[in-house]
């Protein structure tokens, strides 16, 4: 895409939106001159989220579509992905806009490291929702941990996914080598969901905020026949690779379970290229707060969005024009 300087906004015609699924990303370079929050021009803007039966994809949905009830030059689509090393490829390539990702894939990202060799051009609207890792078994594999996955059939969600890394960050802590000792199964949630309701895999690994609509299938339609997997012991050796990681619990209303389950939680953020207009980013992170309300009648993962954990994403520097939206919205700093 051709960037453009000042206040001239690349504007993608409505037809090359429709064609390419509304990824193409429309944007201006920051200037750095003072932040307005208010946009002169007719922008759109993609939104990259995640598997068509997450969290990502619910909240993405609803978040496009408060944007462009929100009175501004800023219009919105967003598109089914593979979720957060992906996004923010495509990001950076500028095929989209905005992405959603894991905390601790966003951090190797501007660190260049884990799935990326070199430092990556983001930064933060805000922190977010967070995401609880939800391992699942069948009963009858006969897996108690996931060390006893060796040799099992396992989902490691869709490639290049933030499930992905955490799946194979879990099976090395375990003491496994993720792609020799299990039969790893690169699958999105919906085709997980379905192998484990037929028995053609044995676990799951996803990474998502709750409730998550794939998993609330699962579990409603296979609850005799699956469990959750305890994964809490292996939390200190991912504490070893990011602090990020953090204890929490799956409340047994969530998914109607037998008790509740304790898991690792990471954060989520929203990610721009740090040299996005900030006039964008201003208003899309207002749209963000100021539209809370509408963003958890599509998915209760939305109650967990607060200003007073906005710009809680170290190492990923928040945006100078999310900035200036959380000092205009009283967030602490």
């Known amino acids: 895409m051709r960037r453009m300087t000042g206040m001239t906004l690349v504007v993608t015609l409505a037809a090359a939106t429709a064609a390419c699924g509304g990824r193409q990303d429309a944007?201006?370079?920051?200037?750095?001159?003072?932040?307005?929050?208010?946009?002169?021009?007719?922008?759109?803007?993609?939104?990259?989220?995640?598997?068509?039966?997450?969290?990502?994809?619910a909240l993405g949905n609803a978040y496009a579509e408060q944007i462009n009830a929100?009175?501004?030059?800023?219009?919105?689509?967003?598109?089914?992905?593979?979720?957060?090393?992906?996004?923010?490829q495509q990001l950076v390539a500028?095929?989209?806009?905005?992405?959603?990702?894991?905390?601790?894939?966003?951090?190797?990202?501007?660190?260049?490291?884990?799935?990326?060799?070199?430092?990556q051009p983001v930064a933060a609207l805000a922190r977010i929702h967070s995401n609880y890792t939800q391992v699942i078994v069948r009963k009858a594999a006969g897996i108690k941990d996931v060390a006893g996955m060796k040799g099992k059939r396992v989902s490691t969600g869709s490639p290049k996914s933030g499930t992905e890394v955490i799946a194979n960050r879990l099976l090395t802590a375990a003491g496994l080598k993720p792609d020799t000792d299990v039969q790893a199964q690169k699958l999105d949630l919906t085709k997980t969901v379905d192998a484990m309701k037929d028995g053609t895999i044995d676990a799951l690994f996803w990474s998502g905020g709750l409730p998550t609509p794939g998993i609330t299938d699962l579990l409603t339609t296979s609850a005799d026949q699956v469990e959750f997997l305890d994964i809490i012991p292996l939390l200190p050796e991912l504490q070893k690779i990011n602090q990020v990681y953090a204890e929490g619990t799956i409340p047994a209303a969530t998914y109607r379970t037998p008790a509740d389950a304790k898991t690792i939680v990471v954060p989520n953020v929203l990610l721009v290229r740090d040299?996005?207009?900030?006039n964008v980013a201003c208003v899309l992170t207002k749209a963000l707060f100021d539209r809370k309300p509408q963003l958890e009648q599509a998915n209760a993962a939305a109650k967990e969005i607060s200003l007073d954990t906005a710009r809680e994403s170290t190492p990923v520097p928040v945006h100078r024009g999310a900035a200036k939206a959380l000092d205009d919205l009283g967030a602490p700093k």
């Open 27 to 57: 944007a201006t370079t920051d200037t750095g001159g003072a932040v307005t929050c208010e946009v002169g021009q007719a922008t759109r803007i993609g939104i990259a989220t995640g598997n068509a039966t997450g969290v990502y994809f």
């Open 70 to 88: 929100s009175g501004t030059n800023v219009q919105a689509t967003a598109a089914e992905t593979g979720a957060s090393v992906q996004n923010i």
């Open 94 to 119: 500028g095929t989209y806009g905005v992405a959603f990702s894991l905390a601790d894939t966003a951090a190797d990202a501007v660190n260049g490291t884990g799935s990326f060799t070199v430092k």
């Open 275 to 278: 040299d996005l207009d900030a």
